[in-house]
Antibody
C-alpha cells in the first residue's frame, strides 16, 4: 500500500516562501514516484478545494494559472518525495495543503490517494 | 477554467433515505467527473471516478451517472457514516476544478 505524508513549516510569514514535502512510501513494482503524476491541492478553512498543480518524472509540471507563477514543484526520486514551493505568500494562502497521487481512466484524471494534509498559516 | 456547480448546497436527510446530489460543469467534460466525500477535519476520499466507476472499497450504495455537463451522485440508503460533504471534480482538463460541495446532514 502506498502512503503519502506531508511535512513542512506550519507557519510562514507574509511575502516569504512556503515549502512543503510529500514523502511517498509503500510497496510498488519499481519506483513509485517515477510511475505516477503527483499533485498538490489546498483547502482554505471552510472553503473549496483548489488544485495547485502536478509534477511528473523527471521534471514535467503543470500549474494552476490562478497562482500567477508563484508555484514550483519538483521530484526527488532518490528520496522518494516531491515538493511544493509557493513564493510571495499572503494570508490568502493560509490553507490545509494536501499531496495526492493522480491516476487516470479513459482520459479522466482523478486523485485516488491523499496525504493526511498539513495546515499552513501565513501570519507575521 | 471549467466551473463546477453543485446543488443543493446542503440537504437534511434521514438514515435509510435515498439522496441524489447534482453536479454541473460549465462546458462539456465527457465522463471526466469524480466524486469525493469529506468528513469534518478529515481527508477527502474518492468515491466515484469517470462519472460512474466505483472506487475500490466504496460501498455499493453509492453510484454515479451522467455525461457531458450534468452528473449525479446517488446514495440509495443513507447510513450514519454517510453524513458528510460531497465534492465533485472535473478531471477533463487543467486546471482541474472542484465544485463547492453539498453538505448532507441529519434531519
Amino acid at each position: 500500500q502506498v502512503l503519502l505524508q506531508e511535512s513542512g513549516p506550519g507557519l510562514v510569514k507574509p511575502s516569504e516562501t512556503l515549502s512543503l514535502t510529500c514523502s511517498v512510501s509503500g510497496v510498488c513494482f519499481g519506483s513509485c514516484i517515477s510511475r505516477y503524476y503527483w499533485t498538490w491541492i489546498r483547502q482554505p478553512p471552510g472553503k473549496e478545494l483548489e488544485w495547485i498543480g502536478y509534477v511528473y518524472y523527471p521534471d514535467s509540471t503543470t500549474y494552476n494559472p490562478s497562482l500567477k507563477g508563484r508555484v514550483t514543484m519538483s521530484l526527488d526520486t532518490s528520496k522518494d518525495h516531491f515538493s511544493l514551493r509557493l513564493n510571495s505568500v499572503t494570508a490568502a494562502d493560509t490553507a490545509m495543503y494536501y499531496c495526492a497521487r493522480i491516476s487516470d481512466h479513459d482520459e479522466n484524471w482523478y486523485f485516488d490517494l491523499w496525504g493526511r494534509g498539513t495546515l499552513v498559516t501565513v501570519s507575521s | 477554467d471549467i466551473q463546477m456547480t453543485q446543488s443543493p448546497s446542503s440537504l437534511s436527510a434521514s438514515v435509510g433515505d435515498r439522496v441524489t446530489l447534482i453536479c454541473r460543469a460549465s462546458q462539456t467534460i465527457s465522463r471526466s467527473l469524480n466524486w469525493f466525500q469529506q468528513k469534518p477535519g478529515k481527508v477527502p476520499e474518492l468515491l466515484i471516478y469517470a462519472a460512474a466507476k466505483l472506487q475500490n472499497g466504496v460501498p455499493s450504495r453509492f453510484s454515479g451517472s451522467g455525461s457531458g455537463t450534468d452528473f449525479t451522485l446517488t446514495i440509495t440508503s443513507l447510513q450514519p457514516e454517510d453524513f458528510a460533504t460531497y465534492f465533485c471534480q472535473q478531471g477533463y482538463t487543467t486546471p482541474f476544478t472542484f465544485g463547492p460541495g453539498t453538505k448532507v446532514d441529519i434531519k
